[in-house]
Every structure is written in structure tokens, then in C-alpha cells.
């Protein structure tokens, strides 16, 4: 008998060269219409690399490159539908159109995402990722 665990999903926190970051609206609940980074459930036999770059091409139409860890997001409540851990991956793709696709309702490169409502625990996700960022522009 298999133990009861987290669900595994991924999220991709996706810059552009102009420092926008890419967002989806969603379309289903929880957070029907809010902000969201692109993500998703990770599938049998997938790495959590390859989720994420396919959740973020599916529900923006944008191929993400040079994907790194941000980090691992387990927080039992994060998901109003039950425990579930992310694992968040940081990179870049190009300037191009964002086209929403699979789960999203619109997809768009976002400059100023803290006047936005964001899902889940995204908007702290976003804090750590730009904090890397700054940090590595920095040299240190």
C-alpha cells in the first residue's frame, strides 16, 4: 500500500531580456481569473525540469532556456485543494508574443507584478526569484 503524499508540481518563474516576468490568468479555481506563473502537476515519468518547461510552453505558447532551482515551495497550505509541494525553476526565454494555452485564460509579460493579485504563494516565490537575480547581477 503507497503512503499518502504531497501532489508534485513545478512552476516557472520565466524573465524576458527586459526584465519582465511571465504570468498567466487562470482559468479554472482556485484563483479562477488571478495572476499565476505558469505551472503545473508533474506527470509519471517525467522530470520535474521537463514538467516545467512543457506546463510553461503549454499554457504560454513561450519556450523557457537555461532553467535553474530557485527552490522547493512545501508549505501544507500553500493549495486551497490539498498539500502539495512545488518545485520552482528560474530562467529566461525570449521577448516574443505569450499566447495562453492548455489551463491559463491569458498569458502576458508582466513588469510590475506587485500590483498584482497573485495565486497561491506566488507573489513570495517572485520576491526569491528577484532577489537571485540581483544577487547574480551583483557578482556575488
Same mark, same amino acid.
Given at each position: 500500500?503507497?503512503?499518502?503524499?504531497?501532489?508534485?508540481?513545478v512552476?516557472?518563474v520565466?524573465?524576458d531580456?527586459r526584465?519582465? %516576468?511571465?504570468?498567466?490568468r487562470?482559468?479554472?479555481?482556485?484563483?479562477?481569473?488571478?495572476? *499565476?506563473?505558469p505551472?503545473?502537476?508533474?506527470?509519471?515519468?517525467e522530470t520535474v525540469?521537463?514538467?516545467c518547461?512543457?506546463? %510553461?510552453?503549454?499554457?504560454?505558447?513561450?519556450?523557457?532556456?537555461?532553467?535553474?532551482?530557485?527552490? %522547493?515551495?512545501?508549505?501544507?497550505?500553500r493549495d486551497?485543494r490539498?498539500?502539495?509541494v512545488?518545485?520552482?525553476f528560474?530562467?529566461?526565454?525570449e521577448d516574443?508574443?505569450?499566447? *495562453?494555452?492548455s489551463?491559463a485564460?491569458? *498569458?502576458?509579460?508582466?513588469?510590475?507584478?506587485r *500590483?498584482?493579485d497573485?495565486a497561491?504563494d506566488h507573489?513570495?516565490?517572485?520576491?526569491?526569484a528577484?532577489a537571485?537575480?540581483k544577487?547574480?547581477?551583483s557578482?556575488?
Amino acid at each position: 500500500m503507497r503512503p499518502e503524499t504531497p501532489l508534485l508540481t513545478v512552476d516557472g518563474v520565466i524573465f524576458d531580456a527586459r526584465g519582465r %516576468v511571465l504570468l498567466i490568468r487562470r482559468r479554472n479555481p482556485p484563483f479562477q481569473h488571478c495572476y *499565476a506563473l505558469p505551472g503545473g502537476f508533474v506527470e509519471i515519468g517525467e522530470t520535474v525540469e521537463a514538467a516545467c518547461a512543457r506546463e %510553461v510552453e503549454e499554457e504560454t505558447g513561450v519556450r523557457p532556456r537555461s532553467l535553474s532551482l530557485l527552490g %522547493v515551495y512545501s508549505d501544507p497550505g500553500r493549495d486551497p485543494r490539498g498539500h502539495t509541494v512545488s518545485v520552482v525553476f528560474v530562467g529566461e526565454a525570449e521577448d516574443g508574443p505569450a499566447l *495562453a494555452g492548455s489551463d491559463a485564460e491569458a *498569458a502576458e509579460w508582466v513588469r510590475d507584478w506587485r *500590483a498584482l493579485d497573485l495565486a497561491f504563494d506566488h507573489a513570495g516565490i517572485l520576491n526569491d526569484a528577484e532577489a537571485l537575480r540581483k544577487k547574480r547581477s551583483s557578482g556575488e
